[in-house]
C-alpha cells in the first residue's frame, strides 16, 4: 500500500498559480531555466524522497542513533538516502555554476525540500544543516576557506552543524562562555560546551564543520562580543585531503521525543586545549552571520512544520474515506450500512481545519522562499528592497505560526483515526511528536514573539510593518472586484484596521511605559498578526481559485472548490479570533506582568 | 531531588474551602467521618503515591508490558504499588461497611485518586478499572454475581475490565457483532473480537473479569439490542476459588505514545466456542448499565487529565524558579546577572495559563465527584435532582475540557523547559505523550459533543440545561457584591447570555431544519460551553478566595492572590473567546456540512 504524505497538485497550485515561479526565469540569474527544468526537478525530489526517504521514516524513529564505543552509529538507510539527495545535487542546486550548482530558484529548491520534510523529517535534516553552513561559509568566509571547505559541502563529503546553545545559557545568547584564544598561526584555539547540536557526531560523511559561536577573549560583553568559528571534525589540508581528528568530543546523545533519526548532541571543544578554528569574517560579528543561517533555517522549521502537518492530513484523509464507520445522526436505522468516517460533519470538520491549517502554512512557507529569490535577484531595486522588508518581518511568523497550526493538524490526525491514532502502529503519532520540536529549536516561539513586536515592527521606522500591511491590502483590492471574495475581502480588511489599531495602541505604550509593558503580550501579538497573515495568503489562494474555475473542469474544479471552502473555514473558524486578542493587545492587559512569583 | 507532582495546599482549598467537603459528614451514610478521617486518609494516598507510585512512573513508561510465550509480563514495581494501594483500602473504600468499604465520600475519594494519577497515571489505571466494574455488578449484578465476584474484586484477588469496542466498529457501538448463544445451563456462551482493551490480560491478579457487550442471539439490531456480559479470565467455583482457564485469548497488545505501563490488549472471545459468560442484569440493557460505568469513567478520564496537566504545571514552574536566564528587555547590561525564568513575562504567561487550565479543571472534577455525593444521598429530594441533572449535563464537559485544556499545559511545560523538555530525561514530554490519550478514550471528545448537544441539552425538556444557567446565575448573584468581583461577574453574565442565544437558535434550528444540521458545529458547542464552566468554576473559586483574603496572612495571602490572577486571566484571556464561537452557532454556519469528500 502506497501512503500517501506529498500533495504534487497543490504544489503546482502555489508555485505555478500562486506564484507564478516560471515568471522567475525571466531573472539573468535563473534564465537557464523554465517551467520544464523546475518539473523535471521535482519530479526527481519526489521519487528519491518516495523511495528513499519515505521508506524509512518509522525505522528511523524506532531505532535512534545510539553511542557505541564512542562513535555514533545510524542506521544504514540514513546515508544511502543522503547519497541519493546528493548525487542528484540538491546540496548544491541553488548555487552558482561554477560552484557545481544550477542556479535553480530557492522557492523550487525549497519546493523540493519540502517533499523530503514530508517523506522523512530526521534524515534530511542532516544535508539540510550542511547546505545552510556552506551558505554561511560562501557569504562570510575568507577565499581560502571557501576553497578548502566549499567543494566538500557541495557534494556531500563534508556535513555542517550550527553550534550556538550551551547547556547554561539557552535561549540567551548573550551568556555564552565558549572562549577563543588567538595563536601566532592565525587560526583559534576554542574551549566551552555546547548542547542541542544536531548531526554533531556521525559517521555518514568524512568530515563535519562546525560553525560555532564563541567569545574572543577580551571580547565586549553581551551579544556585541559574539564571533564565528570554523571548527572542523578533521583537520583539512591544503590539498582537501583530511588531517588529524580536531580536540572536538561528544560528551553525550539527547534522547528526543521526536526526530529520533536526527542524532542530537552535546560537544565539547577544547577538552585538550587543542581545538583549532578559524574565525569566519570579522571578529564581534558573529550573530550577525549566524542570524544569515538562522533566518533560512528558520523558514526551513515552518516549512518542516507544515509538511509533518500535511503528511499527517493527507493520512487521516485516506482514513477517513476508507473506515467505514457509524451512520449519520437522521438516519435511525441501525441495519443500514455503516458511512466511510469522512460522511461525518465533525470529521470533515477535523480535515478542513488541517487544510486549511497545513495549505495555508506550506503556501506561506513558499511565498517566503519566492520572497527570498526576489530579494537576491529581482532587476528593479524597489522590489528587491520590499521584498526583503517583507522577508524580515514576516520571518518569525514564518517559523512560529507553521510550528504552533501544524501541531494542531497532527492532533486533528489521531483524533479522527481515534485509539489507532495513539498507537505506534500507525504514522501519525509520530508526525505529532516530530512536530513538538518546531515551536522550540532555531528560537523558541517566545523568541520570535520579541523579534517580531521588539525588533521587525519598529525597525527603519516601521517600514517592514508598513509594507506588509500595504501588501495585504493590495490583494484585498484585486479580490474586491469577485463576488465570491467580496465577504472576506471586507473580513480581511477589518482585521487589517484591528491589527493595525492595536499595533498602534502598543506603540504608544512602548513610549509611555517603556519596553516591558510593550513586550509583556508579545507571543498574543504574534498569534494575532500570524492569523491576519495567514488569512491573507488564503485569500490570495482563493483569488486564484476563483479565476482557475471558471474554465475548469472535472477533478481541477473540485480541487479549486476545495481551495474555497478552506478558505471559508479560515475567515469563519479562525480569522475571528485577531478581534478578541487585539481586544487584549488595546488594553495593555497586566494578568502576565503583574503575576508574582510567589502567587504561583 | 523531590519532584513535585501533587499541590495538597490547592487540595484543601477545593476539597474543604469551595467544596466544604465536612459538610457530608452530616449526611447519614457518612456520619461516621469528620475532617480528621479525610485528611488521615488523604495522608496515606499522599504517601503511597509519592513511595511507591511515582517512584516507577518513568520506568514503566520506559519498560512497557510484553507478550512472553504468551504471558504478559509487567515490571515488578506495578504489582507492589496496586499492593499498597489495596492494602490501603482503596479499591473498596467508597463501599457500604458490609462489603469491607468505609463509606469515605466519593469527592475525597477522587481527591486521593487524584494524587495517584498525577503521580503515575498508568499503573493506577489497574485498580480504577477494577472499581469501577464493581461497582457495575454492584449496581446491576445478581445476589449470586456479586457473592461470587465482589469481594475478591474489592481486595484485590481480581481485576476488571470494560470491553466495549471492536475492530470494525470503533466509536460506534451499535454496530458491535460479538454474540452471546444461551445455554441450558442458564449461561451464554460468547463469541466475538474486542480491541482496545486496558488491563485485558496481566498476572498481576489471581483473576480478572471482563464486563463485556454482545448481542444475544436473535436481538433487535443496533444499540438497543446490546445486553452486558461477565466474562471471568478463570471460572470462579461456588466457594470462591479458582477454576479452568476460560476461553479468552490475547491476540496483541497495542503499542501506544503514552499509558505505556497500562497493558492495551486485543482479545478474542469464544475461539474454542467455551467461553463461558454470565448475563448482567436484563438483556438487551446493556448499554444503560455500561454507561454507569462510562460515566464514572469519564470523570475519572477528565480529572486524569487534569493531573497529568497539574504534574507538567508543578514541573515547570519548579525549573522557571531555579533556571536563570536571560535579564530582562528593559537591562541594556549584558554583564548583571541573568534572572530566574519565571522573572520573564512571557514564561508567566506559560505558567498563569497552565495554572487557570490546571486548576480550573481540577475544581470542576472535584465539583462533579461532590455532585455524586449530593445525587445519591442529599436527605433533600429536591437537592438529589438538582444535582443529578448537573452531574448529566457536565460529565461530557467534565471528560473533554481538561482533555482538552491538561494537553494544552503539558504544550506549555515542554515549551518552559524549551530544549530539555522535549528529551526524554525530563518527565514533561511523558506527561504529553500519556494526556494525547485522554480526548479519544472512554469515548472522543466528538462523541462527547454529541451526547452534550444531542442528548444532554434537549433532555427532560431542557431541565439540565436550565439548571445549569441557574447554578451559574446564583454564583454570580453571590459574587456581585464583591468589588473585586464585579467586573468577571458581568463577564460572565453576558458569556452566560450568549451561551443561551446560540442554544436557543440550535434548538430552533433543530426544529427547522432537523438534526443534520442542529449537530453540524456541535464540537464548538462543547468548547464554548467548556469555557462558560469553567469561567463559572473560576469565579467560585475567585469568590472563596475573597472571603477568605481578608483574614489571611503569609503564604495563605500569596496563595489567594494567585487564584484571584488565575481567575483574571482565565476572564481576559480565555472567556472572551465564547463570543466569536457563539457567533459561528448563531450564523448555523454550514462550511462544515458543506464540504464535499472530493473537494478534500
Known sequence: MTIPFFDRRNMNFVLYEMLGAEQLTSYDYYREHSRETFDAIIEVAEQIAREHFHSHNVKADKNEPVMIDGRVTIIPEVKEAIGHFTEAGFLASHHREDLGG???????????FSIF???????????????????????????????????????????G??????????????????????????????????MFISGGE?????????????????????????????????????????????????????????????????????????????????????????????????????MGAAMLGY??????????????????????DPQARPVMLVEHTDVRRMLLQQKAYVEGAYALGLYAAWLVDQHKYAP??????????????????????????????????????????????????????????NPIH?????????????????????AAFKRLLAAITETIEQAKSEPVLKEWTGQLDQALTTVETATAALLETLGQEGIETY???????????????????????????????????????????GKLQACRYFFHWELPKVHYQSQILRNMDRTCLDMQDDWF
Chains 1, 2 share one sequence.
Open 102 to 112: 544550477i542556479q535553480l530558484p530557492w522557492v523550487v529548491n525549497q519546493a523540493c
Open 117 to 159: 520534510q514530508a517523506a522523512n523529517i530526521s534524515t534530511v535534516a542532516y544535508p539540510f544543516l550542511t547546505i545552510a553552513a556552506a551558505n554561511v561559509i560562501e557569504a562570510f568566509g575568507s577565499e581560502e576557506q571557501k576553497a578548502r571547505y566549499l567543494p566538500p559541502m557541495l557534494d556531500g563529503r563534508c556535513f
Open 161 to 194: 552543524t550550527m553550534a550556538l546553545t550551551e547547556p547554561q545559557a539557552g535561549s540567551s545568547l548573550a551568556d555564552i562562555t565558549t572562549t577563543a584564544v588567538p595563536t601566532p598561526e592565525g587560526h583559534y584555539l576554542l574551549r566551552g560546551n555546547k
Open 202 to 302: 556521525h559517521e555518514l560523511s568524512e568530515n563535519i564543520v562546525h560553525l560555532v559561536l564563541a567569545r574572543i577573549v577580551g571580547a565586549p560583553p553581551g551579544v556585541k562580543g559574539i564571533s564565528l568559528f570554523l571548527v572542523p571534525r578533521y583537520q583539512v589540508n591544503p590539498d582537501g585531503s583530511l588531517g588529524e581528528h580536531n580536540d572536538v568530543a561528544v560528551s553525550g546523545l539527547l534522547h528526543k521525543m521526536g526526530y529520533r533519526g536526527t542524532v542530537s548532541t552535546a560537544l565539547n571543544f577544547g577538552e585538550n586545549n587543542r581545538c583549532v578554528s578559524y574565525l569566519i569574517g570579522e571578529p564581534h560579528k558573529g550573530l550577525t552571520y549566524m542570524f544569515h543561517m538562522m533566518n533560512e533555517a528558520r523558514i526551513g522549521v515552518g
Open 311 to 332: 503528511a499527517g492530513y493527507l493520512y487521516s484523509l485516506d482514513y477517513a474515506r476508507t473506515r467505514p464507520q457509524g451512520r449519520l445522526p437522521s438516519n435511525k
Open 380 to 437: 528593479d531595486e524597489q522590489i528587491r528592497k520590499n521584498c526583503g522588508l517583507l522577508l524580515d518581518i514576516l520571518t518569525p511568523i514564518v517559523k512560529a505560526w507553521p510550528s504552533e497550526y501544524g501541531l494542531k493538524a497532527n492532533y486533528q490526525a489521531i483524533q479522527i483515526l481515534g485509539g489507532y491514532g495513539y498507537t505506534r502502529e500507525y504514522p501519525v503519532e509520530q508526525y505529532y511528536r516530530d512536530n513538538r520540536l
Open 442 to 462: 532555531e528560537g523558541t516561539n517566545g523568541i520570535q514573539a520579541i523579534d517580531l513586536l521588539g525588533r521587525k515592527v519598529t525597525m527603519f521606522d516601521g
Open 519 to 561: 513586550l509583556a503580550n508579545a507571543s498574543l501579538y504574534l498569534e494575532m498578526t500570524g492569523h491576519l497573515v495567514l488569512a491573507w495568503i488564503w485569500l490570495r489562494q482563493a483569488s486564484v481559485a476563483c479565476r482557475r474555475m471558471e474554465s475548469a473542469s472535472g477533478s481541477d474544479q473540485k480541487f479549486y472548490r
